[in-house]
């Protein structure tokens, strides 16, 4: 996709960037042995953006033969002409290196077609049908995204990516003594289809566990409403930290008013926290999204949002680093080719501590582990709500009956200092998607940690 746009780059006036952008995307949903689903789409096109005097100009068009990409880049300059007609100058973006270098992460194996991914979905529909004739209902849904992206820029930058994630989500449901009880788990992750689910059999294993952790939920129990000592399990914690932390920390937000602005080198988490948005495929190279080099053709950087609980710094993209005075950290992303570059998260996780969760557990006399969400929501303040869908009692240091369906609420930069323990792994969800503004997807990671926190009853 970059060689297209390399000879179009040296005629690029002032500053522009040029980026071709193709999604592929493909779809299967199997319920109880029905396929209900199975769709294939491709958005591919070509996108300028202009800056002039202040002002952005943005254009797309489907296509990329050499008149689309000299009329998108004609429009775009045009419309930031328009933008800043009789409005003040703003002066210019920052200096930045230009990114450069070729990302590609596709498969070299050869490519399944569409009958090979409909076999996958139909084993293990076998398996959960065969295994669990009870259950009240089975989906089963094999989803795969690839990115793929080209980028000139008139500083220089020139570079491509090819970035897949593939993933198997099994939600099951059974009768419960008082009504449907459901639960839902997602596996796979970074990587085309072709390398994630050459073979299924080892989900036949996790098909298992997740049966044994519904059945354990249908006869399980409600929590007790009130303020109570808790362990969020790594996927919990990673997305409180991405919805309730990391976005009021997005330069854009913040600039809107977020609550991280007026809180910039206070201590806002108990000293045992520290989150970091990671450029890459993050420290252990294990995160679900990979990026190097940003929409804007700046090279990504880890960003270290807290450290041993003091708020350090904001995610940038070149028009707030300008406004904030500081370098771009290589934050700004586009979902499709007829999207614009946001300031937004990449691979967001909780530094590990030195605890481990079995003594995490063993600390609580009367409490809850909490292992999955559902959806949930945050505000610029902080204050957040989400769904838990899974986890269990604690008490006397042991792990008791699981729970039901609850949620937990209060607001972050509050919660944040009851911190006592960060467990010494890190875990990274294997298909977090944010959408602010645009869906992207992003990866979400960390330890457990214990807490307090405020959790609904019945």
């Not at 053709?297 to 028009?319: M, S, W, Y």
């Not at 590990?352 to 609580?364: E, F």
Request: hydrophobic share 40%; charged share 25%; with cysteine.
């Amino acid at each position: 996709m970059l060689d297209p746009l390399l000879k179009h780059a040296e005629n690029l006036d002032r500053y522009t960037e040029l980026r071709s952008h193709a999604n592929h995307q493909a779809r299967l949903v199997m319920r109880k042995g029905v396929l209900i689903e199975n769709t294939r789409v491709e958005k591919r096109g070509v996108s300028a953006r202009c800056h002039r005097g202040g002002a952005f100009g943005f254009a797309s068009r489907v296509g990329g033969d050499d008149a689309t990409i000299e009329a998108v880049v004609a429009e775009a300059s045009a419309n930031a002409e328009l933008v800043r007609y009789g409005g003040e100058d703003a002066g210019s973006l920052p200096e930045a290196v230009a990114g450069r270098g070729e990302f590609d992460y596709r498969t070299g194996r050869t490519r399944a077609t569409a009958a090979d991914r409909m076999a996958v979905v139909a084993e293990i529909d076998d398996y959960v049908t065969r295994t669990y004739p009870g259950l009240l209902n089975a989906d089963i849904v094999l989803s795969n995204l690839a990115i793929e992206k080209a980028l000139v820029t008139s500083e220089g930058a020139a570079t491509s990516s090819y970035v897949p994630r593939s993933n198997v989500v099994l939600q099951l449901a059974v009768q419960g003594n008082d009504g449907v009880v459901d639960l839902h788990q997602v596996y796979g992750g970074f990587g085309d289809f072709e390398e994630r689910f050459d073979r299924v059999d080892w989900m036949f294993e996790a098909v298992d566990r997740l049966h044994e952790e519904l059945r354990e939920k249908a006869d399980g129990t409600y929590c007790e409403a009130g303020t109570h000592d808790v362990i969020l399990d790594s996927d919990l914690a990673g997305i409180l930290a991405h919805e309730a932390i990391g976005h009021t920390c997005e330069a854009d937000l913040v600039l809107g008013g977020s609550v991280a602005g007026d809180n910039l080198g206070r201590q806002v988490a108990s000293e045992k926290f520290t989150l970091v948005d990671h450029a890459g495929r993050g420290p252990d190279g294990n995160a679900s999204i990979a990026i190097h080099v940003d929409d804007e053709g700046t090279p990504c950087r880890d960003v270290t949002i807290i450290e041993d609980g003091v708020l350090k710094g904001f995610l940038h993209n070149k028009e707030t680093a300008r406004a904030f005075g500081v370098a771009p950290t290589g934050n700004a992303r586009a979902y499709t080719f007829s999207d614009e570059p946001l300031v937004r998260m990449r691979n967001t996780a909780i530094r590990p501590g030195a605890d481990r969760l079995a003594d995490m557990i063993a600390s609580i006399e009367h409490g809850y582990y909490l292992k999955r969400s559902s959806n949930g929501q945050a505000d610029s303040t902080s204050e957040f709500m989400f769904g838990v869908t899974q986890g269990y009692e604690i008490r006397n240091g042991v792990l008791g009956r699981a729970i039901r369906d609850t949620t937990i609420s209060g607001v972050a930069f509050d919660m944040l200092k009851t911190i006592t323990h960060v467990s010494d792994d890190l875990t990274w969800s294997r298909g977090g998607m944010c959408g602010k503004k645009q869906l992207i997807p992003v990866g979400m990671g960390g330890p457990a940690i214990k807490c307090r926190i405020n959790l609904g009853g019945r």
